[in-house]
């Protein structure tokens, strides 16, 4: 009997141009199971698994394992989540591209390296052609470092999975905030008009206004501000991150734009000499530092004076507990991240870190709270966070599901507790 918006097993590996055996041994992998099973055991699979079994075939050409793709996907995809996932995908793919085409280039220079070698010994062979032991002809030698070049080209594979994962917790953490927070005024406006008035002080200034963000993560504080960049002066606006993946995406995002551009460095050691910068931006990235101290001292460094501007972001005890609270209620196991970051630098103890190398020091609190009756968002919050739900969670996910739609089935109110710190140098 055919089931209307149903296909056999066989049918869907026919679709998906993919063997029988693979579509069975996915399932049997607990990674494509499919949508309905009738009583002789048949399987039938709808349109929402032929998505899911897309991501699952790009991510492994790609180069994930089994683990990894049933780490990085969850049932019920809906459209808001399938299409975030094809953008990801998309920037992985555009990435794999500009590696081959690295790896590609390391080739043929280690290539044209190795003939030239080659020729220059065959040349100095026979200029030693009279010599007693022609094996004392020089061994001239080769330029390894490009060998090495192609050695970590051809090894990216680790870092882009990494990017990937953290371009997709990002988007899911941005997600869950824009949609469902109840002030209207999004973190990111508001945060640009903490810093707006430097902005617009200098107006008739000669020089540009230099700016550097570290940690720029995916860029979301420019272009998300992007029309309310001043037009009646110009801007010199460094956006850097460790990650070079990052600084790949928002590349692409924000193009050519001359204002623009664009570092990789770790911020406990800027590249820039001292009072290069008027203004210093840090959002939510001191509490990842290793020595947030040292980072603050860089800082400090790299402003001018007197009127340099350090605007530094953080979260409160109180932000997001309810969340905390949901899971430890599911499994008590469960610990959503393996510290808390707001201890190591937060809107309690911040202004005593920052004390030690600014004096003026004011702190704004962003007034906010998200409130929501539907499950799926906070899921995928949930499972984006960097701690060990995965572990809990992915093997009883229709179970944990059912547990969150309950909590929020009435409105489920979330704590913000966030804001930032405005630093002067003197």
Not at 365 to 372: P, Q, S, V
Request: glycine fraction near 6%; proline fraction near 3%; charge should be negative.
């Amino acid at each position: 009997m055919k089931l209307p918006g149903y296909y056999s097993s066989g049918q869907f590996a026919k679709m998906a141009q993919v063997s029988l055996r693979t579509v069975r041994f996915y399932d049997k992998q607990n990674i494509l199971k499919p949508s309905y099973v009738n009583e002789s055991g048949a399987r039938f699979y709808t349109d929402s698994d032929f998505a899911r079994l897309q991501q699952i075939l790009l991510l492994k050409y790609l180069g994930f394992s089994l683990d990894d793709i049933k780490g990085m996907l969850v049932d019920d995809l809906d459209l808001h989540y399938l299409k975030n996932s094809l953008k990801l995908q998309k920037q992985l793919v555009l990435d794999r591209i500009e590696q081959m085409e690295l790896v590609a280039s390391a080739i043929d220079d280690t290539v044209a390296a190795l003939e030239t070698a080659a020729t220059d010994q065959e040349g100095a062979a026979n200029t030693a052609s009279d010599a007693v032991d022609r094996t004392a002809a020089p061994a001239l030698g080769i330029n390894w470092s490009q060998m090495l070049d192609l050695i970590h080209l051809t090894g990216m594979e680790k870092s882009l999975k990494s990017q990937y994962q953290n371009a997709s917790n990002i988007s899911a953490r941005i997600r869950l905030h824009r949609e469902y927070s109840v002030n209207k005024q999004g973190w990111f406006p508001w945060m640009f008009e903490q810093f707006r008035p430097i902005l617009e002080s200098k107006t008739v200034s000669h020089s540009p206004l230099s700016i550097l963000e570290i940690g720029c993560g995916n860029g979301a504080l420019w272009t998300e501000n992007m029309n309310k960049l001043p037009q009646s002066r110009s801007l010199r606006i460094t956006l850097s991150d460790i990650s070079e993946g990052m600084i790949r995406d928002v590349r692409r995002t924000i193009g050519n734009d001359p204002r623009f551009s664009f570092e990789t460095f770790d911020c406990h050691s800027i590249p820039y000499p001292d009072s290069t910068f008027d203004l210093v931006i840090a959002n939510h990235l001191l509490f990842y530092c290793e020595d947030i101290d040292a980072v603050c001292k860089e800082v400090y460094r790299v402003l001018k004076g007197p009127d340099g501007l350090f605007v530094c972001s953080t979260y409160g005890a109180a932000h997001m507990k309810e969340i905390t609270d949901l899971v430890q209620g599911f499994d008590n196991r469960i610990v959503l991240s393996g510290e808390k970051l707001y201890e190591r630098f937060g809107l309690e103890n911040g202004e005593q870190t920052l004390k030690k190398s600014f004096t003026q020091i004011v702190l704004k609190r962003y007034e906010d709270e998200i409130i929501l009756n539907t499950s799926e968002p906070l899921i995928e919050y949930i499972l984006s966070c960097h701690g060990n739900q995965n572990q809990y969670l992915l093997d009883r996910f229709h179970d944990f599901q059912s547990f969150v739609e309950k909590k929020t089935k009435k409105d489920f109110h979330i704590t913000k507790d966030a804001g930032v710190f405005l630093c002067k140098k003197y």
